[in-house]
Every structure is written in C-alpha cells, then in structure tokens.
C-alpha cells in the first residue's frame, strides 16, 4: 500500500537527512586521509580510508532511495526529481573516479574527487532545506535571504574550486590563487555571517551555525596560513568551509521550497 503524502515527505527527508550526514563523514574522512598524507606520504591510514571507503557506500545508497522516493510519488516527483537525479549521478561518477583510480589517484582526480564531493554535499544540503521549507519560523524577507545566499553559494563555490586545486593541482605557496581562494572565502564567511545574524533574530536556529561556520572557517583558514599550515587548523579549515557551504546551500533550498507540498 502506499505511503501517504505527509509519510512520503518524511520518508524522504529523513533519507535527505541521513545522506547528508553520511556525505559529510565523507568529507571529513577525506580531508583526514589528504591531511595525514602530506605529513607522511607513506601512511597507510586503513581506519581513515575504511570510514571513507564504507560511508562513500551508504551515501550512494542513500541517494539511490532518495532517487527512488522522488520518483515515487506526484508532487515529490514535480519538485525533486531532477535535484535527486543529478545527485545519483554526482554520486555515480564519484564512486566510478574512486574505483578506476584506487588510493593512489593522479592530481586531476584528485580534484575531481574533492570538488564533486563538495558540490555532492551542497546539493543534498539544498534537498534537506527545500523539503522542510515550510517547517518552522519563517524565513525574514525570504527574497533578499535568496539574494544574499545564492552570492554566498557563487563565492563559496569559488572559493571550493580554489581549495581543491590549490589542495590537487597547484602549489600552496600559488600566491594569485591563494590570494583569490582568502578573498572568495572571506566573501562567503562574511555573507554567512550576516545570514546567520538575521536568522537568529527571527528565531530561525540555523543562523547560530552560520554565523559559528563564518567565524571559523576563515579564522582556521588564517592561522593555517599564518603559521605555515599549523596542523590543526590546516585539517579544520576545510571541514568549516565545506559546513559553511552546505548551510547556506539548505537556507537557499529553504527559501525555494513552495508553499504546499503535497
């Protein structure tokens, strides 16, 4: 029998839920394993490369219900089915890029790996905002927010592309791109930053993690660089940027989700 349209919703936002969470151990497994090998090029981090290894399966899982759920029903279909395709493919040619090149990938997989599975992250955060939209306080001036998030999604998508080469691609010390990376990053941090205060002010609770992300994004961006790449920061940064992103991801999502869903 069929779920009905309130059980179908919330079918479908917890699996949102659970394969963003599972996407974010994703990140937080890579950012760990990139971390552990530019100290020691020679460590075989089986834990760390295990979590990834597991949570990368459950995350296409997941997906895949999610894809299956849209699909499923009339108005989940109309409003998610071409986000969630686009995440199973995300997440298809991920997992392919991860299986052709194993544990030791060239420098352009590499970043391909890094930046599809920060775009994967942001697109599922975009899925949990949208299917709660209309779930508690309301959004201020829901149009001006859209404004100010999709600049901030624009910096930070910038900013991501930036971090993945520089992490990949090019050198650390690439100073016009290190330069371009603290600039964009600083942008979105400050857009965060001013979302976040707003949100709060109408009772929204995911402003208090927009503005925690846009403080310490850039701040562990700073003393990584400062100290030449002091270690813990140099492994936080990344995970700050990739929260800050995803946050203001699902306020845009939030913010484009229509008024009834059925």
Do not use: Y
Not at 24 to 46: E, G, Q, T, W
Not at 132 to 147: Q, Y
Request: net charge positive; hydrophobic share 60%; charged share 10%.
């Amino acid at each position: 029998m069929p779920a009905s349209a309130p059980e179908g919703r919330r079918a479908f936002a917890v699996a949102t839920d659970v394969a963003l969470a599972l996407m974010f151990i994703v990140v937080a497994a890579s950012a760990a394993i990139r971390f552990s090998i530019a100290a020691d090029p020679s460590a075989a981090l089986p834990v760390a490369r295990g979590v990834h290894r597991a949570s990368a399966t459950l995350t296409a899982v997941a997906v895949l219900v999610l894809t299956v759920l849209a699909l499923r029903r009339p108005a989940l279909r109309a409003k998610f089915a071409l986000p969630t395709a686009a995440a199973l493919v995300l997440t298809l040619a991920l997992s392919a890029l991860g299986v052709a090149t194993g544990t030791t990938p060239p420098p352009l997989a590499q970043f391909a790996n890094l930046f599809g599975g920060l775009a994967l992250l942001a697109l599922l955060a975009w899925l949990a905002g949208r299917v709660r939209g209309n779930a508690g306080a309301p959004l201020p001036d829901a149009r001006r927010v859209t404004r100010l998030a999709r600049i901030a999604i624009v910096l930070g998508i910038m900013q991501a592309t930036l971090g993945a080469a520089l992490a990949t691609l090019w050198e650390a010390s690439n100073a016009i791109a290190l330069s371009a990376h603290g600039f964009t990053g600083l942008g979105a941090a400050a857009l965060a930053f001013a979302l976040g205060v707003r949100l709060v002010g109408a009772g929204v609770p995911v402003g208090f993690g927009l503005i925690a992300t846009g403080i310490l994004a850039p701040l562990a961006g700073t003393v990584a660089a400062l100290i030449d790449l002091a270690p813990m920061a140099a492994l936080v940064h990344p995970l700050f940027g990739a929260a800050t992103l995803a946050l203001i991801a699902q306020v845009d999502g939030r913010c484009s989700m229509p008024r009834r869903l059925a």
